[in-house]
């Protein structure tokens, strides 16, 4: 085996990796924001009346009884 190529393996698993790694982050603050909006929106459903199209989830029903 030469030296150079285990080295150029060894840098390019390492790059593969960092990328990996980025794109994994990337996937997950994606899904995180989605997540975020999603409450959001309820939230703000909630305070014009909620359910405006279709059934109130039970949760919301629960929220404005009390």
Known sequence: TKPWLSQQKEDDDATIKKYFTMWQTKKELARKKKLRD????????LRLGGGGSGKPLAHDIDVKQR
Do not use: F, G, H, V
């Open 38 to 45: 999603k409450k959001l929106q309820r939230r703000q459903a």
